[in-house]
């Protein structure tokens, strides 16, 4: 079977074609336009502008890229939610166009379980992961129990990578801000104390940020403040992580989102991994950001599960939480 | 005293058994972690055994059943503690008769109602954190706690039981609603206004 995924949360619009090959994902092509604002952060209108004016050639050049005729597309998968009302919404009219013209069935998914199904579906031996899916909106700690995929641990204000595009913003870096709080991050040398806010397996981060961006006006280097709002933000992610997979006994763990492709964030987490005897898993750097494969591959799995869905009753949910979905495809 | 044999390995700290003065004792010791850097790892160790401790004693005075302390060593992490001879209410609770775990959770609420009553936050309140022994809930594992009086502690306090019955007792959701109905009547303030701030707290959380 090939499908062919759209996504469109926030700031990317992306379309991926994906084959399922014996239970695996083979990415055909996947490929990625980005939204980037010229000042502040993503105005939800603009980003949906963004995406109507590159979905049509993106849907040519990633099915040309993945070798195959439309004709050759099964199923026609979307981002059904969470994400932004007017980004989504793009999004999932392209896919009811293409769904219609192309008389192939039509799946609405959800963004945050597809960032865990690409890494079991690309990954050899990642079966049962805890997930930890960092990036600007949504940082979640999710693993599969009692028939859902499960919030154990979520941010209770701001995304990681939010925190981070905030402070970046204050000091004049472009969006997006993590690469290069990274970089600076590596050049810092002396810790300033920050708030470390773990309730539970729950995090918080908008206590710590006001206190970088106190450090930040007193003149502390930017460096140093990078380098500690990193240690301590990361230390209290993979923290929370470490809780869920004690709490759930699980001995894999899983990255996803965007600031999972922050270098520091990879080893700490494997650190914490292999302390504990488990296995450590991250999808290469395209499939960890928002992309189209991810959506198409989570779309073949529920079609083969037999779930099914009218373009009429196609809807989009902003307010998709990864816990609504029943997931009746995984053993 | 001699350490003897890990028996639980948490996230963040290992329990073993141990000997104090002839009793049977749990010594938990934290670990440090190599993933965070060393002054990260010093702060939260020492200031987490020493909160830990207090806490645990404060809860005692407050009336809830919580082990006894023997001994703190705040520079290796370690607290010495009375040895309960029970079960996790996590292992238990989805085997118990109705009856029995309406029981549980009326105890649960009532002991998180006195605690807070003494603005003792746990941090942690989960049913692994809680041990049932000699017929009583005691809780274990105060390392996130603080003492806070402001209701939004209490509700977010609340809040993390609520979401763990949710997440491993799934189907006996209506045990956080027996829980809440102790406390109520336990608590010596306005329950209504932790209730509804745990409601707030739902609706805080992304995509609710």
């Given amino acids: 079977m090939i499908c062919l995924g759209i996504e469109g949360t926030a700031h990317s619009i992306g379309v991926g074609v994906v084959e399922n090959v014996s239970g695996k994902c083979k990415v055909l092509s996947n490929m990625i336009k980005i939204y ?14 963004h995406h109507a004016l590159y979905i049509a050639d993106l849907l040519k050049e990633s099915v040309s890229k993945a070798q195959v005729d439309f004709s050759e ?47 079991r579906g690309t990954l050899d031996d990642c079966k049962d992961p805890v997930l930890l899916y960092t990036s600007g909106a949504n ?46 991050a590596s050049k810092g040398k002396k810790y300033l104390e920050l708030p470390y806010s773990i309730k539970g397996m729950d995090i918080a981060f908008s206590g710590l940020l006001t206190a970088a961006e106190q450090y930040y006006k007193k003149n502390e280097s930017l460096e140093d403040i990078c380098y500690s709002m990193q240690e301590t933000t990361f230390a209290a992610l993979t923290e929370v992580t470490e809780r869920a997979m004690a709490h759930t006994e699980k001995d894999e763990v899983l990255l996803g989102g965007g600031v999972a492709s922050n270098r520091r964030l990879c080893d700490m987490v494997q650190t914490m991994a292999h302390d504990r005897d488990a296995r450590f898993f991250v ?11 991810m959506i198409a591959w989570l779309g073949v799995l529920m079609y083969n599960s037999g779930i099914r869905m009218k373009v009429e009753n196609s809807f989009i949910d902003q307010r998709f939480r990864t816990d609504m979905v029943d997931v009746s495809w995984h053993d | ?14 329990i073993c058994i141990a000997k104090y003065k002839g009793f049977k004792a ?37 009336g809830v059943a919580v082990p006894i302390i023997y001994d703190v060593d705040l520079k290796n992490g370690i607290i ?21 775990r309406d029981s549980i959770c009326t105890k649960i609420g009532e002991s998180i109602a006195r605690f807070h009553n003494n603005d003792i936050i746990h941090g942690d309140i989960t049913t692994s954190n809680m041990i049932l022994s000699n017929e009583q809930v005691h809780f274990i594992d105060f390392g996130l706690g603080e003492k806070n009086n402001e209701i939004e502690a209490k509700g977010v306090d609340l809040h993390v039981l609520m979401e763990a019955i949710e997440s491993t007792h799934s189907q006996y959701s209506s045990c956080f609603d027996y829980v809440l109905e102790e406390y109520k009547k336990v608590l010596k303030d306005d329950a209504n206004l932790v209730i509804k701030k745990i409601q707030e707290i739902v609706k805080r959380g992304r995509y609710r």
């Fill in chain 1, 283 to 293: 999808p290469s750097k395209d499939l960890c950001i928002d992309n189209g494969a």
């Fill in chain 1, 139 to 184: 940082t979640q700690v999710i693993a599969f129990a009692e028939g859902r995929y499960r919030v154990f641990g979520e941010t209770l204000d701001i995304g990681i990578g939010n925190c981070l595009d905030k402070f970046g913003r204050t000091v004049g870096l472009d969006f997006p801000c993590g690469p290069q709080i990274e970089k600076l």
């Fill in chain 2, 80 to 100: 010495t503690m009375e040895y309960l001879d029970g079960k996790r209410i996590k292992d238990v609770l989805n085997d118990l008769s109705e009856e029995e």
């Fill in chain 1, 36 to 49: 980037r604002p010229k000042k502040g952060g993503i105005h939800p209108r603009e980003a949906a502008n």
């Fill in chain 1, 73 to 119: 597309v099964d199923l026609i998968s979307f981002s059904k939610g969470p994400g932004l009302g007017p980004c989504l919404r793009t999004a999932a009219t392209a896919a009811r166009a293409l769904s219609l013209s192309l008389n192939r069935p039509i799946i609405g998914v959800n963004h945050c379980v597809a960032h865990l199904e690409i890494g």
């Fill in chain 2, 26 to 62: 749990i010594q938990k010791k934290r670990i440090p972690k190599s993933y965070r850097i060393k002054h990260i790892d010093d702060r939260l160790i020492s200031l987490r055994t020493k909160e830990e401790a207090k806490l645990i004693t404060e809860a005692r005075q407050s």
């Fill in chain 2, 1 to 14: 005293m001699t350490k003897k044999n890990i028996i639980y390995r948490g996230a963040e700290a290992e």
